[in-house]
């Protein structure tokens, strides 16, 4: 370019002129992350999430574990199973491995190994 041949040339460095347009000025961080690794552990959506379904099955434990104990006798949707989930986003079918189960709700692992908690109801045996 004209600019390096100068510069090959002897010449001074240009000075630099930034112009910023609207719109264009980068956003700040909404949150600073935790320096704790336990509090950005607990920040995790997928943490937060796994909190609830615990939660939820607390509030009747035993009637979730008669349900497993159903699920598993009947052939139904239990840790270790294959399934095709319907993602709820895209509405396509992913085959997955179920990792755990609550109360309408299920956590699957991908075969890329995303794992992901989605609705009971778009999980199928495989």
Do not use: C
């Not at 460095?13 to 336990?38: L, S, T, Y």
């Not at 009747?60 to 840790?79: C, E, I, M, R």
């Amino acid at each position: 370019s004209r600019e390096e041949a100068r510069l090959r040339a002897g010449g001074e460095p240009r000075a630099i002129e930034v112009k910023r347009i609207a719109g264009d000025v980068p956003a700040a961080p909404a949150q600073m992350p935790p320096a704790n690794p336990m509090q950005a552990a607990m920040a995790n959506p997928a943490y937060q999430q796994a909190m609830q379904a615990q939660a939820a099955i607390m509030q009747n434990p035993l009637g979730f574990g008669f349900a497993q104990v159903g699920a598993f006798l009947s052939g139904g949707v239990t840790p270790g199973t294959n399934v095709i989930v319907t993602h709820p986003q895209d509405q396509q079918r992913y085959p997955a491995r179920v990792l755990s189960t609550a109360p309408q709700q299920t956590l699957v692992q991908f075969s890329n190994g995303a794992q992901q908690w989605v609705p009971s109801g778009a999980v199928q045996r495989a």
